[in-house]
């Protein structure tokens, strides 16, 4: 299996500058790994050109689904890197940087892209979001992409509405079902903080409550 690490030590660099709006977002991918099976499996398949591409419209796709559409409303966020080496492991982010992302076809690695991606573009209540959620509005950004992988759990499944993986995507796009556009405002009430108390003022019932709705409605 293809398997690609990122790092800030590279072995080769391909920069892309995209204009969004008024903000000049520039995308860079290295490959450290063209000595490997990994590296050169990512440089056959997927390649610096594509990765690049896919990160721009990843970053689209999210400003979209969030519905933010003036740069006071964004992150600024000018550069975006992405770091490939041979690793165990699938992906992180962390501030601006993607590092460790795998694949063997492009719909896993789109997948595992825009997750990530999301990472940086997502608001996270300043540190006060439970990070169960905030890597579930990232599956579910996954999700509405239409990048789901095999193995995700079917709707209506689970035993906590904050259990995580599909689980917790699923439990999102069905709020977000019951309001167009509750994962965008959730987002946008989490550039300040957060509570559980954000599901009831946009939702008008507790989390619990939604959860129990979400279970009855497809007879679990």
């Known amino acids: 299996m293809a398997r690609f690490l990122l790092s800030f030590i590279l072995a080769s660099l391909l920069a892309l500058t995209t204009l969004h709006g008024t903000h000049a977002i520039e995308f860079v991918v290295f490959n450290r790994a063209l000595n490997t099976s990994g590296g050169v499996r990512f440089r056959n398949e997927l390649g ?17 689904l969030f519905k933010e559409t003036t740069a006071a409303e964004r992150k600024n966020v000018p550069r975006v890197s992405l770091f490939v080496d041979d690793m165990d492991g699938i992906a992180y982010t962390i501030n601006d940087e993607i590092h ?12 595992v892209l825009f997750h990530e991606m999301t990472h940086v573009w997502q608001w996270n209540g300043k540190g006060q979001a439970p990070g169960g ?27 906590l509405w904050d259990e995580g993986y599909s689980v917790t995507a699923r439990f999102l796009d069905y709020c977000n079902g019951l309001k167009q556009g509750f994962v965008a405002e959730l987002n946008k009430k989490m550039r300040d903080g957060y509570s559980d108390n954000f599901f009831s003022q946009l939702l008008g019932k507790t989390v619990d409550q939604l959860w129990k709705d979400y279970k009855a409605k497809f007879g679990n």
């Open 48 to 64: 610096r050109n594509y990765t690049q591409q896919r990160m721009s419209a990843a970053t689209n796709f999210i400003w979209n």
């Open 100 to 111: 460790g992302i795998k694949g063997d076809i492009k719909t896993d690695f789109n997948g």
């Open 133 to 159: 959620l905030i890597e579930r509005i990232a599956d579910f950004v996954r999700l509405k992409a239409d990048y789901v992988p095999n193995g995700w759990v079917k709707p209506g499944e689970g035993q």
